[in-house]
Protein backbone atom coordinates (compact mmCIF):
# COMPACT_ATOMS: atom_id res chain seq x y z
CA UNK A 1 0.00 0.00 0.00
CA UNK A 2 1.10 3.16 -0.97
CA UNK A 3 1.57 5.51 2.31
CA UNK A 4 -0.33 8.86 2.00
CA UNK A 5 2.67 10.84 3.38
CA UNK A 6 6.64 9.84 3.08
CA UNK A 7 9.60 11.71 4.52
CA UNK A 8 12.73 10.45 4.10
CA UNK A 9 15.61 12.18 5.29
CA UNK A 10 14.04 15.78 5.63
CA UNK A 11 15.95 18.46 7.25
CA UNK A 12 14.86 22.51 7.77
CA UNK A 13 17.01 24.74 8.84
CA UNK A 14 16.57 28.47 9.00
CA UNK A 15 19.98 30.37 8.78
CA UNK A 16 22.26 28.61 11.61
CA UNK A 17 19.08 27.14 13.26
CA UNK A 18 17.72 23.37 12.56
CA UNK A 19 14.52 23.34 13.32
CA UNK A 20 13.94 19.68 11.79
CA UNK A 21 17.01 17.47 11.89
CA UNK A 22 17.01 15.02 9.33
CA UNK A 23 13.68 12.69 10.20
CA UNK A 24 12.44 10.05 8.42
CA UNK A 25 8.17 9.22 8.80
CA UNK A 26 5.52 7.45 6.76
CA UNK A 27 1.90 8.11 7.55
CA UNK A 28 -0.35 5.59 6.29
CA UNK A 29 -3.61 6.39 4.05
CA UNK A 30 -6.98 6.28 5.76
CA UNK A 31 -4.34 7.06 9.20
CA UNK A 32 -5.57 9.32 12.45
CA UNK A 33 -1.74 10.31 12.87
CA UNK A 34 0.03 12.62 15.79
CA UNK A 35 2.49 14.61 15.65
CA UNK A 36 3.06 15.61 19.12
CA UNK A 37 5.98 17.55 21.18
CA UNK A 38 6.68 20.77 23.13
CA UNK A 39 6.53 24.36 21.69
CA UNK A 40 9.93 24.66 19.26
CA UNK A 41 10.27 20.46 18.55
CA UNK A 42 9.61 21.12 14.66
CA UNK A 43 6.24 19.09 15.17
CA UNK A 44 4.78 22.35 13.01
CA UNK A 45 7.72 22.77 10.40
CA UNK A 46 7.24 19.55 9.68
CA UNK A 47 3.63 19.66 9.06
CA UNK A 48 4.35 23.25 7.01
CA UNK A 49 6.39 20.83 4.66
CA UNK A 50 4.10 18.42 3.99
CA UNK A 51 1.70 21.38 3.15
CA UNK A 52 3.90 23.84 0.93
CA UNK A 53 4.10 26.53 3.33
CA UNK A 54 7.77 25.34 3.85
CA UNK A 55 10.36 24.13 1.43
CA UNK A 56 12.94 21.32 3.04
CA UNK A 57 16.34 22.28 3.36
CA UNK A 58 16.85 18.49 2.25
CA UNK A 59 15.53 15.23 2.31
CA UNK A 60 12.13 13.65 -0.03
CA UNK A 61 8.57 14.42 0.63
CA UNK A 62 6.42 12.31 -0.84
CA UNK A 63 2.41 12.39 -1.17
CA UNK A 64 0.79 8.90 -2.24
CA UNK A 65 4.15 8.30 -4.26
CA UNK A 66 4.26 11.46 -5.71
CA UNK A 67 7.90 13.79 -5.06
CA UNK A 68 6.22 17.05 -3.60
CA UNK A 69 9.08 18.69 -1.47
CA UNK A 70 9.45 21.60 -4.05
CA UNK A 71 5.52 21.67 -5.12
CA UNK A 72 3.71 24.98 -3.68
CA UNK A 73 0.15 24.19 -1.43
CA UNK A 74 -2.20 24.98 -4.72
CA UNK A 75 -0.08 22.01 -6.45
CA UNK A 76 -0.47 18.98 -3.63
CA UNK A 77 -3.60 17.23 -2.39
CA UNK A 78 -3.40 18.62 0.73
CA UNK A 79 -5.53 21.02 2.97
CA UNK A 80 -4.63 22.73 6.32
CA UNK A 81 -6.86 24.05 9.21
CA UNK A 82 -5.31 26.33 11.36
CA UNK A 83 -5.55 27.27 14.91
CA UNK A 84 -7.18 30.46 14.12
CA UNK A 85 -9.71 29.33 11.41
CA UNK A 86 -8.58 31.88 9.26
CA UNK A 87 -12.33 32.38 8.07
CA UNK A 88 -13.64 35.11 6.48
CA UNK A 89 -15.64 37.42 8.43
CA UNK A 90 -17.57 39.43 5.49
CA UNK A 91 -18.81 36.11 3.99
CA UNK A 92 -21.77 33.48 5.15
CA UNK A 93 -21.03 30.20 6.64
CA UNK A 94 -22.02 29.14 2.86
CA UNK A 95 -19.59 31.41 1.08
CA UNK A 96 -16.46 30.79 3.39
CA UNK A 97 -16.98 26.40 2.57
CA UNK A 98 -17.72 27.24 -1.26
CA UNK A 99 -14.99 29.79 -1.19
CA UNK A 100 -12.04 27.21 -3.07
CA UNK A 101 -14.71 25.31 -5.18
CA UNK A 102 -15.27 28.48 -6.80
CA UNK A 103 -11.65 29.49 -6.95
CA UNK A 104 -11.69 26.31 -8.86
CA UNK A 105 -14.09 27.54 -11.70
CA UNK A 106 -16.96 25.30 -10.42
CA UNK A 107 -20.11 26.20 -11.13
CA UNK A 108 -22.15 28.54 -8.75
CA UNK A 109 -24.79 25.94 -7.95
CA UNK A 110 -22.32 22.85 -7.69
CA UNK A 111 -20.42 24.76 -5.47
CA UNK A 112 -23.58 25.61 -3.21
CA UNK A 113 -24.19 21.73 -3.41
CA UNK A 114 -20.68 20.30 -2.29
CA UNK A 115 -20.87 23.02 0.21
CA UNK A 116 -24.42 21.85 1.62
CA UNK A 117 -22.84 18.36 2.20
CA UNK A 118 -20.08 19.04 4.07
CA UNK A 119 -22.13 22.03 6.40
CA UNK A 120 -24.87 18.91 6.77
CA UNK A 121 -21.64 16.71 7.92
CA UNK A 122 -20.49 19.39 10.48
CA UNK A 123 -23.89 19.88 11.82
CA UNK A 124 -23.85 22.83 10.84
CA UNK A 125 -27.59 22.83 8.75
CA UNK A 126 -29.62 26.08 9.45
CA UNK A 127 -26.82 28.33 10.17
CA UNK A 128 -25.55 28.37 6.40
CA UNK A 129 -26.30 32.40 6.23
CA UNK A 130 -24.46 33.46 9.54
CA UNK A 131 -21.47 35.43 9.46
CA UNK A 132 -18.09 34.21 11.09
CA UNK A 133 -18.65 36.74 14.60
CA UNK A 134 -22.17 35.46 14.78
CA UNK A 135 -20.65 32.07 15.46
CA UNK A 136 -19.20 30.03 18.60
CA UNK A 137 -15.85 28.72 18.77
CA UNK A 138 -16.67 25.76 18.10
CA UNK A 139 -18.99 26.28 15.52
CA UNK A 140 -16.18 28.43 13.51
CA UNK A 141 -13.84 25.44 13.74
CA UNK A 142 -16.42 23.33 12.05
CA UNK A 143 -16.66 25.62 9.26
CA UNK A 144 -12.70 25.96 9.04
CA UNK A 145 -13.22 21.88 8.72
CA UNK A 146 -15.70 21.93 5.98
CA UNK A 147 -13.90 24.44 4.04
CA UNK A 148 -11.15 22.11 3.90
CA UNK A 149 -13.04 19.24 3.28
CA UNK A 150 -15.02 20.11 0.59
CA UNK A 151 -12.11 20.14 -1.90
CA UNK A 152 -11.78 16.44 -1.06
CA UNK A 153 -7.64 15.93 -0.40
CA UNK A 154 -6.31 13.22 -0.65
CA UNK A 155 -4.39 14.83 3.61
CA UNK A 156 -6.02 17.34 5.90
CA UNK A 157 -2.89 19.42 8.18
CA UNK A 158 -4.40 20.12 11.44
CA UNK A 159 -2.53 22.53 12.91
CA UNK A 160 -3.28 22.89 16.65
CA UNK A 161 -7.47 23.14 15.50
CA UNK A 162 -8.54 22.69 18.86
CA UNK A 163 -6.21 25.41 20.91
CA UNK A 164 -8.75 28.27 20.83
CA UNK A 165 -11.39 26.35 22.57
CA UNK A 166 -12.05 26.02 25.94
CA UNK A 167 -11.93 22.49 28.05
CA UNK A 168 -15.32 21.07 27.74
CA UNK A 169 -15.84 22.26 24.18
CA UNK A 170 -12.32 21.05 22.98
CA UNK A 171 -13.00 17.49 24.71
CA UNK A 172 -16.44 16.98 22.54
CA UNK A 173 -14.38 18.62 19.09
CA UNK A 174 -12.20 15.39 20.13
CA UNK A 175 -14.80 13.11 19.80
CA UNK A 176 -16.64 14.61 16.53
CA UNK A 177 -13.25 14.91 14.88
CA UNK A 178 -12.66 11.55 15.18
CA UNK A 179 -15.79 10.46 14.40
CA UNK A 180 -15.65 12.74 11.56
CA UNK A 181 -12.06 11.28 10.07
CA UNK A 182 -13.14 7.14 10.20
CA UNK A 183 -16.67 8.59 7.86
CA UNK A 184 -14.84 10.10 5.20
CA UNK A 185 -11.66 7.97 5.02
CA UNK A 186 -8.96 10.50 4.79
CA UNK A 187 -5.35 10.92 6.26
CA UNK A 188 -5.21 13.19 9.14
CA UNK A 189 -2.35 14.64 10.38
CA UNK A 190 -3.05 16.14 13.54
CA UNK A 191 -0.28 18.61 15.76
CA UNK A 192 -0.73 19.12 19.11
CA UNK A 193 1.12 20.01 22.50
CA UNK A 194 -1.31 18.14 24.40
CA UNK A 195 -0.59 14.79 25.70
CA UNK A 196 -4.58 13.86 26.17
CA UNK A 197 -5.55 15.00 23.24
CA UNK A 198 -2.91 13.09 20.89
CA UNK A 199 -3.86 9.84 22.77
CA UNK A 200 -7.07 9.93 22.56
CA UNK A 201 -7.62 11.03 19.09
CA UNK A 202 -4.47 9.43 17.23
CA UNK A 203 -3.88 5.40 15.91
CA UNK A 204 -0.32 6.45 15.84
CA UNK A 205 1.52 9.12 17.39
CA UNK A 206 5.08 10.61 16.36
CA UNK A 207 6.60 12.20 19.56
CA UNK A 208 9.46 15.44 18.41
CA UNK A 209 11.98 17.53 20.52
CA UNK A 210 14.79 19.74 18.90
CA UNK A 211 14.09 18.79 15.49
CA UNK A 212 14.35 15.00 16.16
CA UNK A 213 12.04 12.19 15.66
CA UNK A 214 11.93 10.37 18.63
CA UNK A 215 9.38 7.58 18.47
CA UNK A 216 6.69 6.35 16.73
CA UNK A 217 3.99 4.24 18.03
CA UNK A 218 0.28 3.90 19.28
CA UNK A 219 -0.54 5.30 22.45
CA UNK A 220 -0.46 2.08 24.20
CA UNK A 221 3.16 1.87 22.86
CA UNK A 222 4.24 5.28 23.68
CA UNK A 223 2.89 4.94 27.21
CA UNK A 224 3.95 1.65 28.45
CA UNK A 225 6.94 1.06 26.36
CA UNK A 226 8.64 4.71 25.97
CA UNK A 227 12.21 4.13 23.94
CA UNK A 228 14.29 7.21 26.14
CA UNK A 229 13.89 9.48 29.07
CA UNK A 230 12.08 11.92 27.63
CA UNK A 231 9.50 9.89 25.92
CA UNK A 232 8.71 8.22 29.09
CA UNK A 233 8.70 11.90 31.07
CA UNK A 234 6.42 13.62 28.25
CA UNK A 235 3.55 11.03 27.56
CA UNK A 236 1.54 11.15 30.36
CA UNK A 237 2.80 11.21 34.21
CA UNK A 238 5.16 9.26 35.48
CA UNK A 239 8.10 8.72 38.30
CA UNK A 240 11.66 8.55 36.97
CA UNK A 241 14.48 6.95 39.31
CA UNK A 242 17.74 7.63 37.91
CA UNK A 243 19.68 3.99 38.56
CA UNK A 244 22.52 2.05 37.34
CA UNK A 245 21.83 -1.33 35.41
CA UNK A 246 24.15 -4.32 37.71
CA UNK A 247 23.04 -6.67 35.91
CA UNK A 248 20.50 -7.81 32.95
CA UNK A 249 17.98 -8.48 35.98
CA UNK A 250 18.59 -5.69 38.69
CA UNK A 251 19.46 -2.13 39.01
CA UNK A 252 21.20 0.01 41.34
CA UNK A 253 18.87 3.09 42.64
CA UNK A 254 20.18 6.15 43.60
CA UNK A 255 19.85 5.27 47.31
CA UNK A 256 22.32 1.90 46.85
CA UNK A 257 18.52 -0.07 46.92
CA UNK A 258 19.10 -3.09 44.11
CA UNK A 259 14.98 -3.92 42.19
CA UNK A 260 14.36 -6.41 40.16
CA UNK A 261 14.20 -4.68 36.71
CA UNK A 262 15.01 -6.70 33.67
CA UNK A 263 15.91 -4.32 30.80
CA UNK A 264 18.57 -5.30 27.61
CA UNK A 265 21.35 -2.80 28.39
CA UNK A 266 25.12 -3.82 29.62
CA UNK A 267 26.07 -3.54 33.41
CA UNK A 268 27.15 0.02 34.49
CA UNK A 269 24.82 1.78 32.36
CA UNK A 270 23.29 4.94 33.37
CA UNK A 271 19.08 4.58 33.13
CA UNK A 272 15.79 5.45 34.24
CA UNK A 273 13.33 3.87 35.96
CA UNK A 274 9.56 4.51 35.14
CA UNK A 275 6.91 3.93 37.15
CA UNK A 276 3.52 5.19 36.36
CA UNK A 277 2.06 6.62 39.40
CA UNK A 278 -0.95 4.71 39.16
CA UNK A 279 1.16 1.07 38.97
CA UNK A 280 1.89 1.86 42.19
CA UNK A 281 0.27 0.17 45.09
CA UNK A 282 1.01 1.63 48.73
CA UNK A 283 0.12 0.48 52.19
CA UNK A 284 1.49 0.83 55.99
CA UNK A 285 5.15 -0.11 56.47
CA UNK A 286 5.75 -3.54 56.22
CA UNK A 287 2.59 -4.76 54.91
CA UNK A 288 4.62 -5.27 51.21
CA UNK A 289 2.76 -8.46 50.03
CA UNK A 290 5.95 -11.55 49.93
CA UNK A 291 5.85 -11.68 45.81
CA UNK A 292 6.49 -8.09 45.78
CA UNK A 293 9.45 -7.31 48.02
CA UNK A 294 11.74 -7.24 45.21
CA UNK A 295 10.11 -4.44 43.83
CA UNK A 296 9.41 -2.59 47.22
CA UNK A 297 10.57 0.72 49.07
CA UNK A 298 9.82 2.32 52.04
CA UNK A 299 9.22 5.58 52.76
CA UNK A 300 6.95 8.47 54.41
CA UNK A 301 3.74 10.10 53.34
CA UNK A 302 4.63 14.12 52.80
CA UNK A 303 1.64 14.82 50.98
CA UNK A 304 -2.27 13.82 50.34
CA UNK A 305 -4.53 15.27 47.86
CA UNK A 306 -8.68 13.87 47.13
CA UNK A 307 -9.01 14.16 43.41
CA UNK A 308 -12.43 12.94 43.94
CA UNK A 309 -12.04 9.86 41.10
CA UNK A 310 -8.78 8.83 42.59
CA UNK A 311 -6.07 9.38 45.88
CA UNK A 312 -2.83 10.92 45.07
CA UNK A 313 -0.16 10.64 47.55
CA UNK A 314 3.74 11.99 47.58
CA UNK A 315 5.97 9.58 48.89
CA UNK A 316 9.38 10.55 50.18
CA UNK A 317 11.48 7.78 49.49
CA UNK A 318 15.29 8.66 50.99
CA UNK A 319 16.25 10.85 48.09
CA UNK A 320 13.47 11.33 45.61
CA UNK A 321 9.49 12.03 45.68
CA UNK A 322 7.33 9.49 44.21
CA UNK A 323 3.67 10.31 43.29
CA UNK A 324 0.92 7.67 43.57
CA UNK A 325 -2.03 7.22 42.47
CA UNK A 326 -5.15 5.06 43.88
CA UNK A 327 -8.38 4.34 43.77
CA UNK A 328 -10.53 6.76 46.77
CA UNK A 329 -11.58 5.05 49.96
CA UNK A 330 -12.86 6.17 53.07
CA UNK A 331 -11.22 8.93 54.53
CA UNK A 332 -10.81 6.74 58.10
CA UNK A 333 -8.61 4.39 55.32
CA UNK A 334 -6.66 6.89 53.96
CA UNK A 335 -2.90 7.50 54.75
CA UNK A 336 -1.76 11.09 55.74
CA UNK A 337 1.60 13.07 55.74
CA UNK A 338 4.02 11.56 58.32
CA UNK A 339 2.72 7.75 57.94
CA UNK A 340 5.57 5.19 57.51
CA UNK A 341 4.75 3.38 54.31
CA UNK A 342 6.07 1.11 51.81
CA UNK A 343 5.18 0.92 48.15
CA UNK A 344 5.18 -1.40 45.90
CA UNK A 345 4.73 -2.94 41.69
CA UNK A 346 4.24 -5.86 39.40
CA UNK A 347 7.57 -6.25 37.57
CA UNK A 348 5.76 -6.02 34.14
CA UNK A 349 4.70 -1.66 35.45
CA UNK A 350 8.41 -0.59 35.62
CA UNK A 351 10.42 0.27 32.35
CA UNK A 352 13.98 0.86 32.35
CA UNK A 353 15.65 3.56 29.70
CA UNK A 354 18.32 4.88 28.54
CA UNK A 355 19.51 7.77 30.98
CA UNK A 356 20.22 10.62 28.10
Known amino acids: ?161 LGALDLKLRQEMQNELKSLQRELGVSFVFVTHDQEEALTMSDRIAVMDKGKLLQVGTAEELYERPLNRFVADFIGQTNLLDATVADDDMI ?36 VPADHVATSLNGVVSAMNYLGHSLVYQVKIDWIDLEVRTDPVASEDRLGPGDDVSIWWDRTADWVVPDE
Open 252 to 287: VLGNGTKIKAPNPHSPGTKVAMSLRPEAIEIGRRGD
Open 1 to 161: MTAAVEIAGITKRFGEVVAVDNIDLQIDDGEFFAMLGPSGCGKTTTLRMIAGLEFPTEGSLKIFGNEVGTLPPNKRPVNTVFQNYALFPHMSVRDNVSFGLRMQGTTKSEANRRAGELIELVQLTGLESRKPGQLSGGQQQRVALARALVNKPKVLLLDEP
